[in-house]
């Protein structure tokens, strides 16, 4: 069982920036992805990102050109680097792992979440 922790969340003013950190442990693949979702209260929850240990990433409209993910697949690791953040970036970031990049939403190992709140 893979299990999945965030950790990096906070509050940050408009304009700041924060790095958001996660870890998988029990992973017994190679070849797997992880991702970042955020919900905001009354929300749906909708991703932000993701990357697979191949490299491939992908990114949310939003995230485009202000997030950045990494991750190290030797430590089974991602972070998520946010720039410029906005007050409606305000939202509870989830990082789930999965086999594949497709099977991360529905069937994904994921953590508890962290808070991230923008606000002056």
């Known amino acids: 069982q893979v299990q999945v922790v965030e950790s990096g969340g906070g509050l940050v003013q408009p304009g700041g920036s924060l790095t958001l950190a996660c870890a998988a442990s029990?992973?017994?693949?190679?070849?797997?992805?992880m991702g970042w979702y955020r919900q905001a209260p009354g929300k749906e929850r909708e991703l932000v990102a993701t990357?697979?240990?191949?490299?491939?990433?992908n990114y949310a409209d939003f995230a485009k050109g202000r997030f950045t993910i990494s991750g190290d697949s030797a430590k089974n690791t991602i972070d998520l680097q946010m720039n410029n953040l906005q007050p409606e970036d305000t939202a509870v970031y989830y990082c789930?792992?999965?086999?594949?990049?497709?099977?991360?939403?529905?069937?994904?190992?994921w953590g508890q979440g962290t808070q991230v709140t923008v606000s002056s």
């Open positions: 029990g992973v017994r693949f190679s070849i797997y992805a």
């Open positions: 990357i697979t240990t191949r490299g491939n990433t």
């Open positions: 789930a792992w999965a086999l594949g990049v497709e099977t991360l939403e529905s069937f994904g190992s």
